[in-house]
């Protein structure tokens, strides 16, 4: 058991090194609106795997990736594989994330600076982890090979995930927020690599 154990977290770790490579853009801010959040579009819940998915609003959002980390175990993984932490405004520019450690592990997003190129309250609130579930495997198997440093385009929803045993995970609806409940958790319809 000892071994089995090993062998997947070396293949975990082998899967995590080949999928993040890195793209670089250059200096300049790369996307720089805000996501859009709307009203939720009337889409029926949807039953996936077990779990019941429900809109709570409209998404859409173009970011530059700052990290990818995928998951394997739990039952956030059984929906949700990847997770993108995205930065808009400053925060997709390389001048100023080249000032910022940047790392993702546990579903979380977390950041640290010596020196702020831009106010520490800009990062928290034009940056966020934003945990995906994808609708369907064309969309998941897109977002497997996104790398670090791309602009992203994508639209959907953010919604809340049931189970009948009681487990709940639900979306932040707000980029104001930061720490436990502020990632964004996001029923992705639309995928798309954008061009710079």
């Given at each position: 058991m000892k071994k089995l154990l090993i062998l997947i977290s070396f293949l975990v770790v082998a899967w995590q090194l080949l999928f993040k490579m890195t793209t670089e853009l250059g200096p300049g801010v790369k996307a720089p609106l805000p996501p859009f959040q709307g009203p939720p579009s009337g889409q029926a819940p949807i039953n996936k795997d077990g779990y019941l998915i429900t809109e709570l609003a409209s998404f859409s959002i173009n970011a530059k990736v700052l990290s990818k980390e995928f998951y394997f175990l739990g039952r956030e993984a059984d929906l949700s594989p990847v997770d993108l932490a995205l930065g808009w405004g400053r925060m997709s520019d390389e001048s100023v994330l080249s000032q910022i450690d940047i790392s993702q592990s546990g579903r979380w997003y977390r950041w640290q600076s010596k020196n702020f190129a831009i106010p520490r309250r800009e990062i928290e609130t034009s940056s966020a982890n934003m945990h995906m579930?994808?609708?369907?495997?064309?969309?998941?198997?897109?977002?497997?090979?996104?790398?670090?440093?791309?602009?992203?385009?994508?639209?959907?929803?953010?919604?809340?995930?049931?189970?009948?045993?009681?487990?709940?995970?639900?979306?932040?609806?707000?980029r104001e927020d930061t720490g436990n409940g502020a990632c964004e958790l996001i029923y992705v319809k639309h995928f798309s690599i954008v061009d710079i």
């Open positions: 579930i994808p609708a369907d495997n064309e969309i998941k198997l897109a977002l497997s090979r996104v790398k670090e440093g791309q602009i992203i385009q994508l639209t959907g929803s953010l919604v809340k995930v049931e189970a009948n045993d009681g487990w709940r995970w639900k979306s932040s609806l707000t």
